[in-house]
């Protein structure tokens, strides 16, 4: 119950398309839903979240969709670009913040140019 | 604002020996995080200090790995003795917080032969 999905392990997209991230979680007292990006040697960062009250939430290129009753959330990539190259990490937790947080295995993205 | 600091960056160890991670936090963050990352997985949070006491340690193997923040600041894990398993990215992660965004170091390499 405390894992979260993540697919698909890798990706690969062409500059200037969408990449879509889908993550699956079967725990109902997760309440946050973070997006961690990692570029190689460097450790996570938080990119964009999101709470179950919402559907929906874009910050630039970058959304989160969430359907709450499939317990499904999911990242999109508008305009792709070579520099979102990385591995991204979904996440969980119970109440927001950075406390009991559940890593989803991570889908390493490249852009080609 | 200085970032967290982790060293060594990378360590190569045979097993049954043992090593130690360090990490100093944001300054001001009273939440302290250790994570195991193995390889093509995301990161497990091994331990959660908050302040000099521990929050979580649900899923760190005590028979092995210890860990201690004294004086609420600076951080060490200890794994004593290693195992081949044991290979992976140590990362530390420190928040305002337990409910504020976590920021990560750029982690710790140990292979273990």
């Known amino acids: 119950q405390q894992q979260v999905k993540q697919s698909p392990q890798s990706l690969i997209v062409q500059k200037g398309g969408i990449s879509i991230i889908n993550c699956a979680y079967e725990?109902?007292?997760?309440?946050?839903f973070p997006w961690y990006q990692q570029f190689p040697g460097k450790g996570p960062a938080l990119l964009i979240a999101?709470?179950?009250?919402?559907s929906e939430k874009k910050e630039g290129r970058f959304t989160i969709s969430f359907n709450k009753s499939a317990k499904q959330f999911s990242l999109h990539i508008m305009d792709s670009q070579p520099g979102d190259s990385a591995t991204y990490f979904c996440?969980?937790?119970?109440?927001?913040?950075?406390?009991?947080?559940?890593f989803g295995k991570g889908t390493k993205l490249t852009v080609n140019p | 604002e200085a970032g967290v600091a982790q060293s060594p960056r990378y360590k190569i160890i045979e097993k049954r020996q043992s090593v130690a991670f360090w990490c100093n936090p944001i300054s001001g963050h009273a939440t302290l995080y250790w994570y195991q990352q193995i390889l093509g997985q995301g990161p497990k949070l091994l331990i959660q200090?908050?302040?000099?006491?521990?929050?979580?340690d649900s899923q760190l193997p005590k028979d092995r790995f210890s860990a201690e923040r004294l004086k609420g600041v600076d951080s060490t894990l200890k794994i004593q003795p290693a195992k081949l398993e044991d290979s992976a990215v140590y990362l530390c992660?420190?928040?305002?917080?337990?409910?504020?965004?976590?920021?990560f170091g750029q982690g710790t390499r140990l292979t273990v032969v």
């Open positions: 999101i709470r179950p009250d919402v």
């Open positions: 725990n109902t007292a997760f309440d946050y």
């Open positions: 992660a420190s928040s305002l917080t337990g409910r504020t965004e976590a920021f």
């Open positions: 996440a969980a937790n119970p109440q927001g913040g950075s406390e009991k947080l559940v």
């Open positions: 200090f908050q302040n000099n006491g521990v929050v979580d």
